[in-house]
């Protein structure tokens, strides 16, 4: 026993219990294993959380590009980002032929800088992407506002905030394209997964279309309506990014348990905040006044310089901190394109001070009281 190594905490891991189970079991019996009933309920169910029709899709990373399609992003179509983000924000608008401008973030959230928009933002400007960082919300009201006098889009990459709300208002509601992803370290998962929210109704039923190959089934759209029963068309290319009702199921079931999760979360976030305070070579996550985050990460910053020890000392205890994230630019793909380090300097001073520490809705309090000692005593002892 003595010798054993110590059990391994995840930074983030999905909670599945019975129900869950039961419910995927149940769909497996049943004559529809994709796009059937369950896809339905999971959209009406997630839209509640939303405050805004939804399209689910197979992942965020398909949502992201379903959403960028939705909003008509093509070839030269300018969109403005944070680089503190994963990769998938950025490169499924470059994938379609935008041209990403990376805008700083606020050096304390870690969220898209409005300021620093407003200095890039253009006629060219197709849409402005602000990320969830964390789960904390962006400032969506301005982002949208200065989206809007630009004749361009405010999307929303909620990936980390479905759950959260600003102002009182629920993510999925404040931008005119909102994604969320359920992979299985996000607030609540069906394995892979995602969705598209948007309050506007045209916007949504492009989502719908781009999801299932631009399909077009309603004979009073269609171009040659007589043509049989068989008939259908495409208008605009799309793909198939449709979420199986096998995970819809699953989807349906998690949903049931968000509230519960999100006050885990917080309870966690309470503890790690209050226990941290008092060190002085760290800085604990702010939370703005209007924000009523569902913590996705724990992001402690390490101000002493001494994050890469603390993420290697953290690992050797089965700790499973990580890193979010690289700068988006920093990556050769867009290194290559001449993004140059340097350019987003509170990103890039953000990204050498953060390390994730474990949160998850499933972790007991003695795993939290285990994360709060190490990271004290490596601050004390060493
Ligand atoms: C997880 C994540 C994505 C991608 O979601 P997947 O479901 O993994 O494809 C996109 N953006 C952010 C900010 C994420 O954290």
């Not at 509640?48 to 939804?54: C, K, M, N």
């Not at 509601?173 to 359920?182: I, V």
């Not at 690992?315 to 920093?330: D, N, S």
Request: proline fraction near 6%; charge should be negative.
């Amino acid at each position: 026993m003595s010798n054993a190594s110590p059990e391994q905490l995840p930074y983030g891991r999905q909670s599945i219990d019975e129900d869950d189970i039961q419910a995927v079991v149940e769909v497996l019996r049943s004559d529809w294993l994709t796009t059937g009933p369950a896809v339905e309920r999971f959209e009406a169910e997630l839209g509640g959380w939303a405050g805004a029709p939804t399209v689910v899709v197979t992942s965020g990373t398909a949502a992201l590009h379903t959403a960028y399609a939705a909003a008509g992003i093509g070839k030269g179509s300018q969109v403005v980002t944070s680089p503190m983000t994963f990769v998938a924000t950025a490169a499924t608008a470059s994938l379609l032929g935008a041209d990403i401008v990376f805008a700083d973030v606020e050096a304390d959230t870690a969220n898209l800088d409005v300021g620093a928009v407003e200095a890039v933002v253009s006629k060219r400007t197709a849409a402005i992407t602000g990320i969830d960082y964390a789960g904390h919300p962006v400032e969506a009201d301005a982002l949208r506002e200065l989206a809007h006098a630009h004749d361009a889009l405010f999307v929303e990459d909620a990936a980390h905030s479905v759950g959260s709300t600003w102002r009182g208002r629920p993510v999925g509601s404040l931008a005119d394209l909102t994604t969320f992803s359920f992979y299985p370290t996000k607030n609540f998962t069906t394995a892979e997964g995602g969705a598209v929210a948007s309050p506007n109704p045209l916007l949504i039923e492009r989502a719908r279309q781009f999801r299932n190959h631009g399909l077009v089934r309603d004979q009073s759209l269609q171009r040659t309506p007589d043509e049989g029963g068989w008939h259908q068309e495409v208008h605009e290319l799309g793909l198939n990014y449709r979420l199986p009702d096998v995970l819809c199921a699953l989807g349906v079931a998690q949903l049931r348990k968000l509230d519960r999760f999100k006050q885990r979360r917080k309870q966690i976030v309470a503890a790690y905040n209050s226990a941290f305070a008092s060190i002085p070579e760290v800085a604990t996550p702010p939370c703005r006044e209007g924000a009523d985050p569902m913590w996705h990460l724990y992001p402690l910053r390490v101000l002493d310089g001494r994050r890469r020890q603390l993420y290697d000392a953290s690992r050797a205890e089965g700790i499973l901190v990580q890193v979010h994230y690289v700068p988006v630019h920093w990556h050769p793909a867009y290194a290559d394109l001449g993004y140059r380090r340097g350019m987003c300097p509170h990103a890039e001073e953000f990204y050498t001070q953060q390390l994730s520490l474990p949160l998850f809705p499933g972790m007991s309090d003695d795993d939290v009281d285990r994360v709060i000692a190490a990271v004290r005593d490596f601050f004390q002892t060493s």
